[in-house]
């Protein structure tokens, strides 16, 4: 079992910054592949950014160029540094665990342990 506790979450303005993290607890962190995703309200989950056991990475189209994925194994956290934030990233993100993801997993479905999210507002 993996415990992921998100947090950096809250409201900036559109051209700011935040920075998430994902906090994994309950199995050895560096075995897992992390995902973020994000929710906006009454629409489907989709994929942010993704990162392998070996820290290969992927992003969505959305966000390419503005959101940074990093992993700190010695930390057991995932980090998503977003710049350039825009109203339309507005929406709740989430952190999922992947066991043994040799690949960057951008499909939710494949994702085995989520957080509970944490919000982010952008206001424009």
Do not use: H
Not at 34 to 63: C, H, L, N
């Amino acid at each position: 079992q993996v415990q992921l506790v998100e947090s950096g979450g809250g409201l900036v303005q559109a051209g700011g910054s935040l920075r998430l993290s994902c906090a994994a607890s309950g199995r050895t962190f560096s075995w897992y592949g992390m995902g973020w995703f994000r929710q906006a309200p009454d629409k489907e989950r989709k994929f942010v950014a993704a990162i392998s056991v070996s820290g290969t990475t992927a992003y969505a189209d959305s966000v390419k160029g503005r959101f940074t994925i990093t992993r700190d194994n010695a930390k057991n956290t995932v980090y998503l540094q977003m710049n350039s934030l825009k109203p339309e990233d507005t929406a709740v993100y989430y952190c999922a665990a992947d066991y043994l993801s040799t690949r960057p997993v951008v499909v939710a479905g494949e994702y085995d342990y989520w957080g509970q999210g944490t919000q982010v507002s952008v206001s424009s």
